[in-house]
């Protein structure tokens, strides 16, 4: 069963141009969510976070966007570069599970020139 | 640079070795974990070290064996493993296991079985 899945394996974006990156989930206890970027040989890199009290967190050139309604959050990077080429995971977690991080399957972002 | 630490980068081990697998990290946080990575699968949770005691077991098969000999550091022993056990083995490590905190990882060590 899984709760949090981002349905696009890869996606292909020009530099400078936006990334959108999706993520959905269907347990209703999870009330913190994050963004990781893995590099290849590294171990997930955190981003951004966004807990369920707000809809909208930034920072610098990436954005999150939580719909709690629609159970869907989504990572913005403005503008993108060839540097944020990575795989990137969603991750929640919820106060009952406290730090046990569930995580998406993940999607493989590659910033063209 | 991570600020969580992990040796050795790579393992082979054959499935009769004892080895062990180590995590460092200096920030004061209180909360460490092992994760276990498939290629092309999302991290999976394996065990969860709060203020030095061990709070979760995801039903990790006895072979794996951790240990939290103080605050800042996590082993795990291995005994015993089998070929579907090569992976990549990631710690990480978060300020508390209160709610609304990152977890920051190491890069983790790559596991291979003969």
């Known amino acids: 069963d899984q709760q949090v899945k981002q349905n696009s394996p890869s996606l292909s974006v020009q530099e400078g141009r936006i990334s959108i990156l999706n993520c959905d989930y269907t347990n209703s206890m999870f009330d913190y969510f994050l963004w990781y970027k893995k590099y290849p040989a590294e171990g997930p890199t955190f981003l951004i976070s966004?807990?369920?009290?707000?809809d909208k967190n930034e920072d610098g050139r990436f954005t999150v966007f939580l719909n709690k309604s629609a159970k869907h959050l989504s990572l913005h990077i403005v503008p993108s570069q060839p540097g944020d080429s990575a795989v990137y995971f969603c991750?929640?977690?919820?106060?009952?599970?406290?730090?046990?991080?569930?995580f998406g399957t993940g999607t493989r972002l590659q910033v063209t020139l | 640079d991570t600020e969580v630490t992990q040796t050795p980068k790579h393992l082979v081990m054959g499935m009769t070795n004892k080895k062990s697998l180590k995590c460092e990290q200096h920030?004061?946080?209180?909360?460490m974990y092992w994760y276990k990575q498939k290629a092309k699968k999302p991290p999976e949770l394996m065990f969860v070290y709060s203020y030095e005691k061990l709070s979760i077991n995801e039903s990790v098969p006895s072979r794996f064996s951790p240990e939290c000999p103080n605050s800042s550091l996590l082993n795990l022993h291995l005994h015993a493993l089998q070929p579907e056990d090569s992976a990549l083995y990631l710690c990480a490590s978060s300020y508390d296991r209160g709610g609304n905190q990152p977890q920051h990882f190491g890069d983790g060590t790559r596991l291979s079985i003969l």
């Open positions: 991750a929640a977690s919820g106060t009952g599970t406290a730090s046990k991080l569930t």
């Open positions: 920030m004061g946080h209180r909360a």
């Open positions: 966004i807990s369920s009290i707000k």
